[in-house]
């Protein structure tokens, strides 16, 4: 429906085209909610598109009116009462719903029924929202995650779920361990966790802790959150040629496997670097093709994000372009959508440092000049 009427919109893998709306002159920022001329053969197509998707919004609607109800018919057998054979029956013939979908509902529903932020979320924005963050709200954060669920697609919340759970929950729980290992008196531990748990839904803490990070320099940065060497390792298992397998295993020789890799990896950062391109300052939108095959070199076009080897979607530019109109080889990385999108919404923290450094955020920094360009975009997405 929204692409509809925003038909001068096109998606682009360079820098992302509503950073060019910011930057374009006022004149051509009407065109985006402007219906273009259209000839009459154009107009009985649109008037039945746009019929069909205002039906089909009703029609969303009133299915998640029907999916609040259901754990009620369930609970009080009303299929029953009127003779249907069992609640699945009863949702299929009365409003459509297939079996799958009425599993779906139940599940989520039992999980969320002690939380009115996310049952409202579900009736403003459907069971698909819901579903990713059912099993990760609790009673206590349930705020923070109905925001989230607002704020996001459901395929960049699933993602930023996904990254909750391997960053911020582990950190979260470490620091618990650690507060409660603190020679405090049991009244101040138990203000100080208090603290730290608010802290993570206020985003107080979490935003001091990052404006600190800010300041430090990219390499007293890597030894502050390097990984100590007794960092638990990962087992990769390669399928290669016997004579790759059998140069690896020279080259190891009688090193270790993690010293072998990582030379190799310098080796390759180092031949690239020397291919880099220079940086394009006063720049049109269109990144130039020698940038674009360095900075897809770097991950061979996978996403950037710690963790993530979706295929790149877009190339994401560190200093927003919108802000500076450059085009720097350094500042550019390929990500995914959701990514992109979680960039977007300033929940990457480090960002002016290498990927390798990134870390999901709970809340933006609201004091980075990224976050009100960041605002600006996104009202034209
Ligand atoms: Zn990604």
Redesign the pocket.
């Known amino acids: 429906m929204q692409n509809i009427s925003h038909p001068t919109v096109k998606i682009s893998s360079y820098a992302h085209p509503a950073e060019s709306v910011i930057m374009a002159n006022a004149s051509s920022i009407p065109l985006l909610t402007k219906l273009p001329k259209l000839k009459s053969s154009d107009q009985s197509w649109l008037t039945i598109h746009q019929q069909f998707a205002s039906y089909g919004r009703n029609a969303k609607e009133w299915t998640r009116k029907c999916i609040l109800l259901l754990p009620e018919i369930e609970k009080q057998q009303i299929w029953r009462k009127k003779r249907f054979h069992n609640i699945y029956d009863y949702a299929a013939k009365l409003a459509g719903m297939s079996r799958p979908q009425v599993d779906e509902a139940l599940r989520v529903l039992r999980r969320i029924s002690n939380k009115p932020a996310l049952l409202k979320l579900l009736e403003e924005k459907g069971l698909q929202r819901v579903r990713p963050i059912a099993a990760i709200a609790t009673i206590e954060d349930q705020n923070f995650w109905a925001e989230k669920g607002r704020s996001m697609s459901k395929n960049t919340l699933e ?1 930023y779920v996904q990254n909750y759970r391997r960053e911020i929950l582990p950190r979260e729980a470490s620091q618990s361990v650690n507060l409660q290992n603190l020679p405090f008196e049991p009244e101040e531990a138990s203000i100080s966790q208090a603290t730290a748990h608010s802290a993570r839904h206020g985003g107080q803490l979490l935003q001091s802790t990052s404006r600190l990070s800010s300041t430090l320099t990219s390499s007293n940065l890597q030894s502050a959150i390097a990984l100590p060497s007794t960092s638990p390792k990962i087992t990769l298992i390669l399928q290669l040629n016997p004579q790759v397998a059998d140069q690896l295993q020279k080259i190891k020789g009688q090193s270790d496997w993690n010293e072998t890799i990582d030379e190799l990896l310098k080796l390759r950062r180092e031949k690239l670097e020397q291919t880099k391109p220079e940086v394009v300052e006063n720049a049109s939108r269109p990144i130039s093709v020698a940038i674009e095959n360095y900075v897809l070199a770097k991950t061979n076009c996978t ?1 950037a ?1 710690p963790g ?1 080897y ?1 295929p790149y979607e877009i190339l994401h530019h560190t200093d927003r372009f919108a802000m500076y109109h450059i085009h720097d080889p350094d500042k550019i990385f390929p ?2 959508e ?2 992109e999108r979680l960039a977007h919404l300033g929940l990457i923290e480090n960002e002016d440092f290498e990927p390798q450094f990134w870390k999901i955020r709970t809340y933006p920094d609201y004091d980075d000049p990224r976050y009100e360009i960041d605002q600006l975009v996104s009202k034209f997405r």
Request: include cysteine; charged fraction near 10%; glycine fraction near 0%.
């Open positions: 993602v996403c994000f993530c979706k990500l995914c959701a990514h």
